[in-house]
């Protein structure tokens, strides 16, 4: 979820012309049915198929755990193995058929394991992050719907600097405190760390409408049908950011009770 959309995935180089092979140009110059090509309607069903799937491999993390097992091996093995996926795919979009169900499922064990950890020390947490993560999104659609933001050049440019300024910050501090008893800012439930995780949750939030806005553009430009796929895979990642980062933010503020 990294790049102009904040994601590899919604880049306009992958939603162009330039994205698709010179054979594929020359049959989707042929094509007559336009039920081959990408729609708005086809990628919201396939993002509301992979939001399945992953609810229900988090599931069986999420089992795991009120059962006593260890769930790390399998949350981590999934955070790994979805991450692989979603590099494979920003190299091939054509897989995305495959990968994005994939991504999906392996990505789902992390959520439900990592969910459940949450919900443990924080009773009530994950239905308040879920439901902050859906209203998010539903009003961010709205926004972008009916034109109110407008995604704009400079809009882009500002929200993906703010983007890798904030994944330059995790990855030092990560760095940094393993090697040092340095503690980064952003853990704990100080103001100031409070405040981080609502800046990171807006820049989130801000990235949705570069997702809406490719996918948008992927569609006026006629892609392949796996396109759908793609971009809803692309669109996944995001929403699983900021699911993670509203459980964050939940958790300082219910610490602080």
């Not at 999934?78 to 692989?84: L, N, R, S, V």
């Not at 190299?91 to 459940?116: D, H, M, T, V």
């Not at 992927?218 to 692309?234: D, F, I, L, S, T």
Request: aromatic share 14%; hydrophobic share 55%; with cysteine.
């Amino acid at each position: 979820m990294i790049f102009n959309s904040k994601n590899p995935f919604l880049s306009d180089k992958r939603f162009s012309s330039n994205a698709v092979s010179k054979a594929e140009e020359v049959h989707h110059a042929q094509i007559i049915d336009y039920d081959q090509e990408m729609s708005v309607s086809g990628t919201i069903n396939k993002t509301a198929i992979l939001f399945l799937i992953l609810c229900a491999s988090s599931m069986v993390t999420w089992w795991m755990f009120f059962q006593g097992m260890n769930i790390m091996p399998v949350a981590l093995g999934g955070a790994i193995i979805g991450f692989i996926l979603v590099l494979i795919s920003a190299f091939k979009p054509q897989a995305s058929s495959y990968l994005a169900p994939g991504y999906a499922l392996f990505e789902g064990l992390f959520i439900g394991g990592i969910s459940a950890i949450f919900e443990m020390k924080f009773p009530g947490i994950v239905i308040n992050a879920v439901a902050a993560t859906l209203v998010t999104f539903l009003v961010c659609l709205g926004l972008y719907k009916f034109k109110i933001v407008k995604v704009t050049e400079q809009f882009k440019s500002v929200v993906v600097a703010a983007t890798l300024a904030i994944a330059t910050y995790y990855l030092i501090s990560w760095v940094v405190s393993m090697f040092t008893s340095w503690q980064p800012v952003h853990y704990g439930n100080s103001m100031m760390s409070i405040g981080i995780s609502v800046f990171v949750i807006i820049i989130a939030a801000l990235n949705l409408f570069l997702d809406f806005d490719q996918i948008e553009k992927g569609v006026q430009q006629r892609m392949p049908k796996y396109m759908e796929w793609y971009g809803a895979m692309g669109l996944m990642i995001t929403l699983v950011w900021l699911y993670i980062e509203f459980l964050r933010l939940l958790s300082k503020l219910s610490s602080k009770d």
